[in-house]
């Protein structure tokens, strides 16, 4: 089971959108995932265990853990080489 938190810089509409697009990736490409949401400023203390972390917020922090900004979800902008981007991620 691949464990991804989905962050945003506050409320949790735009990471909601996300989290759910990578539920469905995941399904459909046969990858057990648990998505979980929080905030940026929560990841340093929800990190523990997680193999992607996809932010619709900008994040320079390196958390030992892949990062990818997550914002074509919500703008519809380059979908597919995000949804690349993170089927690499989970495919390991």
């Known amino acids: 089971m691949k464990k991804v938190i989905v962050a945003c810089g506050g409320a949790v509409a735009t990471s909601t959108v996300a989290a759910n697009k990578i539920?469905?990736?995941?399904?459909?490409?046969?990858?057990?995932?648990?998505?979980?949401?929080?905030?940026?400023?929560?990841?340093?203390?929800?990190?523990?265990?997680?193999?992607?972390?996809?932010?619709?917020?900008?994040v320079k922090k390196d958390y030992g853990v892949p990062v990818i900004h997550g914002v074509a979800f919500v703008s519809g902008v380059n979908i597919e080489a995000t949804e690349q981007k993170i089927l690499d991620v989970l495919k390991k």
């Open 23 to 58: 539920r469905e990736l995941a399904k459909k490409e046969g990858i057990p995932v648990e998505v979980t949401q929080c905030r940026v400023n929560e990841l340093e203390s929800k990190k523990e265990g997680i193999d992607l972390i996809v932010t619709t917020a900008k």
